[in-house]
Each structure stands twice: as C-alpha cells, then as structure tokens.
C-alpha cells in the first residue's frame, strides 16, 4: 500500500498522559499537513511542514501540542498533558511539492481522552 | 479570511436520480476548491478540484462539480446517484495559491443518504 499511513488506528488515554501519534506520508511528497477533525465538523488546520521545516502551526496547536519531521519523512505529533477537549481524530495528509495538488489523506489517529 | 459554507447537513436521494450537494465559499483572491468525501472509518478520498479554466470540473466516480464565480458556489453534482455513494462529503478551499502553505479550509460537511 502506497498510500498515507497513521499509527496508532485508536488511542484512549486518561487525562494527564502524553500521547504520541505517528505519520507516514506518500515517500515523493515532501509537504505533509496535520489535521484535527471533531464529531460534526470538517478538518481544522493545525501544522504543516514542508521537508523537514515546519512552516506553520495554527492558533489550534497550543503549547502542549508539538510536532516534527526528522529528515523530511514520517512525521509525529505528540500531545502533553492531554484533556478532554482534545478527543479528536487526528488525520495527516501528503502532498507533492506542485501547485494546485489535492492532498492524500491517511485513515487517522482516533484519541479518546478519559 | 477564507470560508466554506455546507448549508445541508444532509442530503437524501432516491438511487438512479441526480444529486446535489451544495457548497459556497469566500476567498480574497482566486478559488482554489476542492471536494472530498469521507467513508466510516476511512480518511478523506479526493474527488475533484478546480484550479482554473472549464466551470465544469469532472472527478472520480462519476462526479462532477461546477464553478460559478458570480454566486461564489461550487456544487457537487452526479446525474444518476448510486446506494454505494452514501457517505460524508466536504468542500474545501485552498487558503493559499503560489507555492506556499495549501492548507485547506473545510466546509462541516453534508451527509450524502442514497436510499435504494
């Protein structure tokens, strides 16, 4: 499979935890977004990075929220001091680095805050 | 700043007739717009885009959407709708052009129910 892939599928941590979710991108694309969706909303925006730089990080992404790139591939997103509010499902998308492309979406991280 | 409005939450259509899912926007500048449509537990499928050129984009599975500038609208429409293509679709515009940051900004959605 050549697609975009997130581990892990499903995380149901207790308040307080630290998590950390796993993105593997299309190997060609060099730019890779984060995204976070909640029940009945669309995607919010909340970093993107192109190779190894993060370019920009949304309001969304408070302190406790911090994401990497090392080298340019896989991407991870940790959460610190987790909380309710940030029940989620986390999705992380690939792009080629062209104009005008459509973006790939993984499957997702579901977190459950308890 | 950039907005996608859904204004249905949901539509419901007989399979074998037409459907519409409707989408507006408000960008500064030129639209870049896009829809995609999400299965239970699956991510984000792209359809289709428009970038520039035809109003009338063609996607995947027989979808197609058209532009209209003057109503800032990007609809999502399919002559002859199928059970199969019940999901949930999203409209989204590119909130950057030229080589930067393509963040997309997401309509809420509008649930798409094909009864047989």
């Known amino acids: 499979d050549t697609g975009v892939s997130q581990n892990p599928r499903h995380k149901i941590t207790k308040r307080g935890q630290n998590v950390t979710f796993r993105c593997d991108p299309i190997?060609?694309?060099?730019?890779l977004y984060w995204y976070r969706q909640t029940l009945g909303q669309g995607p919010e925006f909340l970093t993107y990075?192109?190779?190894?730089?993060?370019?920009?990080k949304s309001r969304l992404l408070s302190d406790r929220f911090s994401a990497e790139r090392p080298k340019g591939s896989f991407s991870t997103l940790e959460i610190q001091r987790t909380e309710q509010g940030d029940s989620a499902m986390y999705l992380c998308?690939?792009?080629?680095?062209?104009?005008?492309?459509?973006?790939?979406f993984g499957p997702g991280t579901r977190l459950t805050v308890l | 700043a950039q907005s996608v409005a859904q204004p249905e939450d949901q539509v419901n259509v007989a399979e074998g007739n037409p459907l519409t899912v409707k989408c507006t926007y408000s960008?500064?500048?030129?639209?870049?717009l896009f829809w995609y449509v999400q299965y239970p537990n699956r991510g984000l499928q792209f359809l289709l885009k428009?970038?520039?050129?035809?109003?009338l984009v063609k996607g995947s599975y027989g979808f197609e959407a058209e532009f209209n500038k003057s109503q800032t609208s990007f609809h999502l429409k399919k002559p002859s709708a199928l059970v199969s293509d019940s999901a949930l679709y999203f409209c989204?515009?590119?909130?950057?052009?030229?080589?930067?940051?393509?963040?997309?900004?997401f309509g809420t959605g509008t649930l798409l129910a094909v009864q047989p």
């Open positions: 990075f192109q190779n190894e730089a993060q370019l920009e």
């Open positions: 989204a515009v590119s909130s950057k052009a030229g080589g930067a940051t393509n963040k997309l900004i």
């Open positions: 960008v500064s500048g030129n639209p870049y």
């Open positions: 998308a690939s792009e080629p680095g062209l104009l005008y492309n459509e973006q790939f």
């Open positions: 428009y970038i520039t050129g035809d109003n």
């Open positions: 190997s060609e694309h060099n730019r």
